[in-house]
């Protein structure tokens, strides 16, 4: 007898079940299609523009960032090392290389869910181009460890997974054409002093 | 038992209706996007400088290096004009229209002198504008807004610790004013 609202209410469970639950997920775990990455770094050109995909119109519109412009500069982050490992903020990592053409850089590590670390203000909690210390041929090292570290120090906090937020301000990364051999650093793991 | 699988079979394909549903609706409604949170700020035609900290709208400087400050404007009663002038290492600014769409953005490389003089104004408004151009607008770059709500975002860079001043200057002098002739 009763069969049929049963099955009704089966079908409609599993519609708003999944339903959801698959839209979240999908917000959750990217920003949308058309991303770029060179090596563990992604950055998403077009997330800003009308032409952008309705995943990433939802993910912006969820997440309510000011999201930098076309002209402005492109914003690279990443999670993982170039093994294809996450970040982990018990180890120690070194940022090594050069960064493509722009005018300016700025790198700090976020939580995983992209909320800034809260790091003593005395330690060196980002870090730029006109600050960092450069080797010859104007490449850098900079060791990102939750324990002091000579040269360049990029202090994070124990707290899990982190990310990596390298911004590239005024930088023609964007519209490349694959004229220009873009590299980015590499991100190479050193030790897990406690893990 | 095979009535309970199409019961199933039917509930996946109203999931994929339901998906498509959420993903397309969600920047109609979710409230917090960057315009609703631009509003939230109560300052309308001006730049309101961010904190390091959220403020009540949840908008911070997320760059440790990096000064903004937004401003919701309506070219609804008339052109909106945009000012700043100062020596900082870099600015930029962006326009977003209602929905977060960029319209325009630019930096101080290519703007005229390094200062940022931009007027944003619906095309009937430009037309008027370029047929009797007014004297104090002969160095601004005109742009076409196609809605008539937007917000702009001017960030300052500053380097280190001793650019502060500067940049706070910069970006208190800066000004989002409706255009008057």
Redesign the interface.
């Known amino acids: 007898m009763f069969?049929i609202p049963l099955?009704?209410a089966?079908?409609?469970?599993?519609?708003?079940?999944?339903?959801?639950v698959?839209?979240v997920s999908?917000?959750k775990a990217t920003v949308g299609f058309g991303a770029i990455a060179l090596g563990p770094w992604v950055a998403f050109p077009e997330a800003?523009?009308?032409n952008t995909d309705?995943?990433a119109?939802?993910h912006?519109?969820?997440a309510?960032?000011?999201?930098?412009?076309?002209?402005?500069?492109l914003q690279f982050t990443a999670a993982m090392d170039s093994n294809g490992q996450k970040l982990s903020s018990d180890c120690s990592y070194d940022i090594s290389g050069i960064t493509p053409p722009a005018?300016?850089w700025?790198l700090?590590a976020t939580h995983a869910n992209d909320q800034?670390m809260k790091i003593a203000p005395d330690l060196p909690?980002?870090t730029?181009?006109?600050?960092v210390l450069r080797q010859p041929y104007s490449s850098f090292v900079i060791h990102v460890s939750p324990v002091a570290q000579p040269d360049n120090w990029l202090a994070i906090r124990r707290s899990g997974a982190f990310k990596l937020?390298l911004?590239l301000?005024?930088t023609p990364t964007a519209g490349s054409s694959g004229l220009i051999d873009l590299a980015m650093p590499a991100i190479v793991k050193t030790g897990c002093p406690n893990a | 038992m095979r009535s309970a699988l199409f019961a199933i079979l039917v509930g996946l394909v109203g999931a994929a209706l339901l998906h498509i549903v959420i993903i397309l609706a969600l920047p109609q409604f979710t409230g917090k996007d960057a315009y609703s949170r631009v509003l939230g700020l109560y300052e309308m035609d001006s730049f309101f400088p961010l904190t390091s900290e959220p403020g009540p709208t949840g908008l911070a400087n997320d760059d440790p290096f990096l000064r903004v400050a937004v401003c919701g404007f309506s070219v609804d009663a008339g052109p909106a004009r945009f000012v700043a002038k100062g020596a900082v290492p870099f600015w930029s600014l962006a326009i977003y229209d209602a929905n977060s769409n960029e319209i325009f953005s630019m930096n101080d490389h290519t703007a005229v002198n390094g200062n940022l003089d931009l007027v944003m104004a619906t095309p009937i408004q430009l037309v008027d504008l370029r047929k009797t151009p007014p004297a104090s607008l002969a160095q601004s770059i005109m742009v076409a807004m196609p809605g008539e709500e937007g917000y702009a975002v001017l960030r300052a860079l500053a380097p280190t610790d001793s650019y502060e001043e500067t940049v706070r200057n910069f970006l208190a002098e800066s000004s989002c004013e409706p255009f008057r002739r």
């Open positions: 069969r099955l009704v089966l079908a409609l469970s599993v519609a708003f079940g999944v339903g959801i698959s839209s999908a917000l800003q523009t009308e309705p995943y119109k939802a912006r519109a969820r309510g960032k000011l999201l930098y412009g076309g002209a402005e500069g005018r300016f700025t700090y800034p909690a980002a730029n181009a006109w600050t937020v911004t301000l005024d």
